[in-house]
């Protein structure tokens, strides 16, 4: 039998260009006993990589697991649900639908108020704006673009609904970054409740 969860567990996910790393870094410091994970995945996008992800997603959550009622808060730049959208994109090729299903029932029932935020441009041509910085890497299967990133984007706003419309257990929350970067932290504040 489970405990009453004391700690927040918070996944930030959305488009490249939407403001994950903003959100995160805020996250990190203004939400008490937070630590933050960036993760990005494996580079490698042939069928040898999914064996790869699999075994580092689900190792991911027996660590999450271990640090149920630990009163620390854990916010995550990116998890599984990437991999999904990626696959879904066809940059992987391989298929990740039927682990993600495992991974995200296992995750529901982790003993954490479970937050799943997916960031989002109203504006898609902001993309362009925040995309083209010279601090920004770009990987094979994933160029930085304004088409690749609405193209992501539509695919993270119909993962969330789909997690909402599912799992009970996690919060779900679609929130828009078109705005300065002060209202976005206060849209993150109410959410979280810090």
């Not at 939407?18 to 959100?23: D, L, N, P, S, Y």
């Not at 990740?96 to 982790?110: A, C, Q, R, V």
């Not at 770009?138 to 160029?143: F, R, S, V």
């Not at 799992?167 to 002060?182: A, G, L, M, P, R």
Request: hydrophobic share 30%.
């Amino acid at each position: 039998m489970k405990n009453m969860a004391n700690s927040k567990l918070i996944v930030v996910e959305g488009p490249q260009g939407a403001g994950k790393t903003t959100v995160t870094d805020y996250i990190r410091h203004g939400l008490k006993y937070t630590n933050l994970y960036r993760l990005c995945g494996t580079a490698d996008s042939s069928p040898t990589g999914k064996q790869k992800a699999k075994d580092m997603y689900w190792d991911l959550l027996e660590y999450i697991e271990k640090m149920e009622n630990k009163s620390i808060n854990l916010v995550f730049d990116r998890t599984f649900f990437t991999e999904e959208i990626y696959s879904r994109l066809k940059f992987k090729e391989y298929n990740f639908s039927d682990e993600y299903e495992k991974l995200l029932n296992k995750f529901n029932t982790l003993d954490f108020d479970i937050y799943y935020i997916t960031l989002y441009l109203e504006d898609t041509e902001l993309f362009k704006k925040r995309l083209v910085r010279d601090d920004k890497a770009i990987t094979d299967y994933a160029k930085f673009n304004i088409d690749s990133s609405k193209k992501q984007q539509e695919q993270y706003l119909k993962m969330a609904d789909e997690i909402s419309s599912k799992y009970t257990n996690i919060k779900v929350f679609k929130v828009s970054n078109d705005t300065d970067e002060k209202e976005l932290k206060l849209k993150i504040k109410n959410i979280l409740n810090f």
